[in-house]
């Protein structure tokens, strides 16, 4: 199925959105569904993926995060910590990082005794936080140009 996705990346981003809208989804079910978007994630346009279908995502990615199965938190890490999807949350910094930072620092708390999860979610952290720096810089840099136009 994914080669016929790779040939069609328009039926990736139908087939990615009509996942993420099919809520609520069981804990049971949690760790196929956040697999299977990874999955699609590789044949998508991300850039295409609309604005409450990219919330939706966050969300999900966060819940995984804070949940307490350990394989799902670690999927939800590894997704968060692929380059493709750091560029994506910048693409859309004013909902992925309220959503994904506050959980992050809970990232791997509920998964006691697995110290695989807590050091990768110390790293995909740090990345998130970059992104946040690089968001607050963008902001910065838009007010100062704002403030030399009007000089």
Known sequence: MLDFLNKD???ANMMFEGILSGDPIPPTSELCLLDELKSLMNSARLEKITKSSAQ???RRIAKGLTGSDVDVAKI?????SWDRFIEFAKLHKNISLPV???ELQNAGKHCVGDESVQVLAAEVRNRFYNVERYADRQVEGTSSDNKRRRI
């Open 9 to 11: 990346r328009e039926l």
């Open 56 to 58: 939706l995502l966050f």
């Open 76 to 80: 939800a890490l590894d997704i968060l």
């Open 100 to 102: 994904i930072i506050p």
